[in-house]
């Protein structure tokens, strides 16, 4: 895949060129999607708001289905059923918030304008946590050359826009933002471990404490965004089991109090995750959705597992030539097993696959998975390298068939949301 000069030179724009493009794309499947489909219960805005409202709605309506009605039912008047407490708090505020900033204008008053604020901060924050994702990317892997760092980190934020999720990063939902946070959240996470390898204390233990308050309010938006606080249990367990010098005691405390502190802000904005109970899903009649699940499952897994075997093969054969300083050189380790960082980031994105399967309603995972970097590095480091997946003793190049499964999903899912049609 050869990038031309103009997309190097500015690869932030390039990134922005094609966020408006696919969004434009999306955009025009969901206005020409028929109608209300067999539930029409956006048509109560037409009763708490007006005619003229549903008049000025008649388009941005068709985002406005499944959980979006919740959210921005509970942003307008609060919560007032039981069931609404299940929905992220922090994602009604913001709308609540802006909601209020637009009908401060004067300008829409005759719109909804909660549903208006949440088409807006989903397009913002979507195109926000793709350039965040691609910062992260360069952060996690600084020992590339420039131009297969930028390469890589390119392709992979272009997969997050083109992500399987498809118009739920579109419509008021939280799966967009609840991406710009937990990447952030990662990205700190990682420039905290870059500091301490640099020695610098200070720095280190500000940033620790900065990831999570972040991931705190990740976690307000979605429930999942609670399983990256597995990065700071993981973090002070690496840290315990460290030998306990009494030279070194006061820095060993020190660290794990600053881990503690980080995880505490997080767990302070901590709601519980949605689920249905233990493999309760597990019917017959769900066989439908655990087969639209299936892709996204086997890659989040696989590419967890992956970068977990490879770390493994890694360190033993650093410790057998420590002569061996690029990290890159050994053509053995490919683009995305080649940092040991990621191995700690894939276990939420495991977790996340595992709970799905096994508690949630398990067709969700193709949008909760858009706020996972690792996937989008394994499927990443596949088109670069152009490597396949060694399966069965043979090799399979599944990088094309995924990419073209991945928009095929998000346009076909975005026509059916719109018509308020499974699966959501």
């Not at 990134?15 to 109608?35: D, E, Q, R, T």
């Not at 890589?152 to 946070?181: D, K, N, Q, R």
């Not at 990682?190 to 620790?208: I, M, N, Q, T």
């Not at 996340?352 to 590095?377: C, K, M, N």
Request: with cysteine; glycine share 10%; hydrophobic share 45%.
């Amino acid at each position: 895949m050869e990038l031309g000069t103009q997309t190097r030179n500015h690869p932030r724009v390039s990134l922005m060129i094609g966020f408006i493009l696919w969004k434009v794309l999306l955009a025009a499947i969901a206005l020409a999607s028929p109608g209300p489909g067999y539930d029409t219960s956006t048509t109560i805005l037409k009763r708490e708001h007006g005619e003229g409202a549903v008049k000025a709605l008649s388009g941005m309506r068709n985002f406005v289905r499944w959980d979006a009605i919740y959210f921005t039912q509970i942003a307008h008047r609060g919560v007032v059923f039981e069931q609404e407490w299940a929905f992220g708090w922090g994602f009604a505020k913001l709308l609540t918030m802006v909601g209020r900033v637009l009908e401060s204008t004067g300008t829409f008053r005759q719109l909804d304008v909660e549903a208006l604020a949440g088409l807006l901060l989903s397009h913002g924050f979507h195109l926000l946590s793709c350039l965040m994702l691609y910062q992260l990317t360069r952060t996690i892997y600084p020992d590339m050359s420039d131009f297969t760092r930028y390469k890589f980190a390119l392709i992979t934020a272009g997969l997050h826009i083109v992500s399987p999720a498809g118009l739920f990063l579109s419509a008021p939902y939280a799966e967009s933002s609840f991406s710009f946070f937990n990447f952030t959240g990662f990205y700190l996470y990682a420039k905290s471990l870059d500091e301490h390898s640099r020695g610098r204390a200070g720095k280190r233990d500000a940033l620790v404490v900065m990831s999570g308050l972040v991931f705190g309010i990740a976690t307000t938006l979605r429930g999942n965004g609670l399983l990256s606080g597995v990065l700071y249990c993981f973090e002070a367990l690496r840290e315990l089991n460290r030998p306990p010098y009494f030279t070194d005691l006061r820095r060993k405390s020190r660290r794990l109090g600053f881990v503690v502190i980080g995880g505490g802000l997080m767990g302070m904005c901590a709601g519980l995750p949605q689920q249905v109970g233990f493999l309760k899903y597990w019917t017959f009649s769900n066989l439908p959705l655990f087969a639209l699940a299936t892709p996204m499952l086997l890659m989040m897994m696989i590419s967890s597992l992956e970068v977990w075997i490879w770390n493994s093969k890694t360190k033993v054969e650093r410790m057998k030539n420590k002569q061996d300083k690029n990290r890159g050189a050994n053509p053995d380790v490919g683009l995305f097993q080649c940092q040991g960082i990621v191995q700690y980031l894939a276990i939420p994105q495991m977790l996340l696959a595992v709970l799905a399967l096994t508690t949630y309603h398990v067709q969700i995972i193709t949008r909760l998975s858009s706020g996972y970097p690792v996937w989008y590095w394994w499927l990443a480091s596949m088109i670069v390298e152009n490597r396949g997946l060694h399966l069965l003793g043979r090799e399979w190049k599944m990088a094309g068939l995924i990419v073209r499964w991945m928009i095929a999903y998000a346009l076909i899912q975005g026509g059916l949301f719109a018509s308020f049609l499974p699966p959501a």
